[in-house]
């Protein structure tokens, strides 16, 4: 029997060049990175083969309880942040609030805010000479302190629950409202309604987001770097350790970023263990019914509602009005001016230029790769693509100042010598935010149908004509709508920017970082200003070109 | 220009699974053929292998001389109908069906004349510059074959292409699918699983099942003579009753039905004396009162269609029969309840062996 190799051939060449070179870039860019961080953390300085890096680890206080601290900061917000942001997403799906547009801007402005601009700002408002505490001080009422554990939990609280939201009231919204009739039907009351099905068909969602929520906690350096003060936790330590390191091996350091990919991966493992058991698939027939409230009962709703938001939305309306602060040296003066703009239109000018040369390459860059690694994994299924898919999401788990160590102890010598270069940070904007650009597009490839592309095959186009005629282009909004969360974040991007920078090729978020440890705050607040807005601009023309569609989480 | 298609000995196997198990076929220039069997039978997985979207793993599918074997889909010059028309969302009604012409790098005013020509040929002018979105299922399967016809294709091949319509806008497509098909005298790979579209259709049909081709004849030979049980009971419906052959006289047999009634048949003359399966479609039982000579039974449900009524019977042995009676050659109507006598009409009946994968029918003496 002759096996049909020429036609097959052809057919799936395009395809299979696209993935090998996709898996060359991949392992020369992220898995060698990641080889390298594990090999020299079972070195010792002699850069002889050992354990005991691992064995110290384990051992010495110093490290286990930096361990200790990251798991139960991580794991306190996270609930924390659910406890107050499910019942708000509930509130605001099924009720009408007021105004509910302008509130899930404010939520998802307060989401996209810069990093550590949190830690900073509940320093300004509650630290030890802080507004608040201040004023109250003088009235006779002594603020708890915080700083340390309290501070790090209240902060991660407030950044992350704005996430949850999101993806629960996406999932709230997209619920099939027949399911709850049916309950109601068979005279289940509400709160129990409520519990028994509501509830557990939005659990596989919130489950998904309190992961998002504590590996992004778990990741986090700048906040615990500012408000933590005495208190270590893990990303905190790599970046300590690896700048005391310099010069040597940073063995150490290497040793932890394993431990903390290890601790992330694990807690991934769990809750994929944990949702896979527990899908559903629902076919969404009518959206649910949206309760209509009255008088006081709809103000309440609206106002608990809105509390919450301007909690979230809080820091980035101090650093907003403080921006336009007289400073004197770090102190702000009661006096409004634009000091604190020229002052970093003339000095720190060039930051803004490098954020917005370096995310714009980035984003050319992930929408591309996006693209077809999306439609690899969903329609060209097999194993080296599977490979490739893990590795593209993989970065989920890795935080960015260890992936930012991973390039810098790989890149440092010949024959790939990247170190101190704008495109080091380029390359680890890509392989961080690449995932979400990613997701949105598999997700989209999955309601195109492949007949489509059959079609244009069968009326005489080839197949690599064929994708960009029709899937490509029916793609385009799942793209945009990952691409502006990857946009986003990588404007924002602190921890890795931080490891990767010098002088010449310093971003806004580095420059925000230096400003504050240098004590202008007055600065840091204009530099943040300039992200936030241009975050908000972004989300506003997405919204307004894809016509109301949300962005993808 | 139209082809002629010759398929030998196709295989495609999934696994240690033949989808498609050494099929032949030939199919005659102009031809509107149908592959027809129940869902996985793998009528749809040949007709892929035809377009080129699914690798022919044995044997040779040819188009007039040329073995088609190893060019790629693009190339093949065939049009191709999908089940859920796989219009593209992103372009108007003109420039869906200016697509393959455009690929062909035809001049403008060329495709603009075969465009309009083929729009005209499916009724859809009037739709030249909408966009697919706001189209019903009717329209965009206009278009689809519109976009199909326009190239000149060499075969034309449609998947299950009325399958998400209506029942109503089913039958107006099926008529308008069969004009466009005759008027351009294209030969047509036709892929069902509703056997009534496929009777109405089609010059020429072949069963299929677990890829393997049953039977392939005209639609009325399928109806009248399917060649083993699987295809009578899946064209129409046939009850299949129990009997045995007594005599058989050079090929003048008398077969016992349940043991209660003698009838008269041309069998092949080899056939020996054995037990038999009857298969008897609805409509050849005579139905008479009780008080008459035949399988007795009696009346559960009487179902009123139209045109005709539709009895099940329960017989004295416990077995269920439908039964059909026309009315306008009704004799007398019966109400549940009543018990009546049934006698097959021997000129039309088959007859199987047990396995029910033979008919010992002689075909050429019996049927009238």
Known sequence: MKRNSIHKGIQLDFWKVVSLILMIILTIFLLYPLITIGYKSLLNTEGQFTLSNYKDFFTLKYYTSALGHSFLVCSIATVFATLVSVPIAYLSSRYNVAWKKALNMIIILSMISPPFIGAYSWILLFGRSGVVTSFLQKIGINMPSIYGFGGIILVFTVKFFPMIYLYVSGALGSMDASLEEAAENLGMSKIRRIMTVTFPLILPTISAAMLMAFMAALADFGTPMLIGEGYKVLPVLIYQQYLSETGGDATMASTLSVIIILCALLVLILQKFIVNRRNYTMSMLRPPAVVCLKGWKRFLVTAVCYLVAFIGILPQLTVLFTSFLKTSGPLFVKEFSLDSYRSIISKLGSSITHTFVYSTVAIIIMIAAGLLIAYLSVRKKNKINTVLDVLVMFPYVIPGAVLGIALLLTFNQKPIYLTGTWFILVLAYVIRKLPYTVRSSSAILYQIDPAIEEASINLGVSPAKTFFKTTAILMIPGVFSGAIMSWITTINELSSSVMLYTSKTATISVSVYTEVIRGHFGTAAALAVILSITSALSVLLFTKLSGGRSITL | ?368
């Open chain 2, 1 to 368: 220009m139209s082809r002629d298609v010759h398929i030998v000995d196709a295989v495609k196997t999934y696994g240690d699974f033949n989808a498609v198990d050494h099929v032949d076929i030939d199919i005659q220039a102009g031809e509107l053929f149908t592959l027809l069997g129940p869902s996985g039978c793998g009528k749809t997985t040949l007709l892929r292998m035809i377009a080129g979207f699914n690798s022919i793993e044995g044997g040779t599918i040819s188009f007039g001389e040329n073995v088609i074997n190893n060019i790629p889909a693009h190339k093949r010059n065939i049009g191709m109908v999908f089940q859920n028309y796989a219009i593209f969302p992103h372009m108007s009604v003109y420039d869906n069906v200016a697509y393959g012409l455009k690929a062909r790098k035809l001049k403008k005013a060329e495709i603009e004349e075969r465009v309009t020509e083929a729009l005209a040929m499916v009724q859809i002018e009037n739709l030249r510059d909408r966009q697919p979105a706001n189209m019903s299922g009717g329209q965009q399967q206009r278009v689809a074959l519109a976009r199909a016809i326009v190239i000149h294709p060499d075969i034309l091949l449609m998947d299950e292409p009325l399958s998400n319509l209506d029942a109503k806008l089913r039958v107006q497509m099926r008529t308008t699918i069969k004009k466009v098909q005759k008027k351009l005298g294209i030969t047509t790979i036709y892929v069902t699983h509703d056997q009534e579209e496929a009777l109405a259709i089609s010059d020429r049909i072949a069963v299929m099942k677990s890829g393997r081709i049953q039977q392939i004849g005209k639609p009325k030979e399928i109806y009248t003579r399917p060649s083993n049980e699987f295809v009578a009971n899946f064209i129409g419906i046939s009850n299949i009753l129990q009997g045995e052959i007594k005599e058989n006289n050079e090929g003048n047999a008398r077969i016992s039905l349940m043991n209660d009634v003698n009838i008269h048949m041309k069998l092949k003359e080899k056939e020996e004396e054995k037990p038999v399966k009857v298969s008897v479609r609805p409509e050849e039982f005579r139905m008479d009162d009780s008080t008459k000579p035949g399988i007795h039974g009696k009346i559960i449900l009487k179902t009123f269609l139209g045109d005709y009524i539709s009895y099940e019977i329960e017989l004295t042995n416990g077995q269920s029969v439908e039964v059909n009676q026309y009315l306008k050659e009704t004799a007398r109507e019966y109400d549940a309840g009543d018990t009546v006598s049934l006698n097959p009409m021997e000129n039309k009946i088959n007859i199987y062996d047990l396995s029910g994968e033979e008919a010992l029918v002689d075909e050429k003496k019996q049927y009238s």
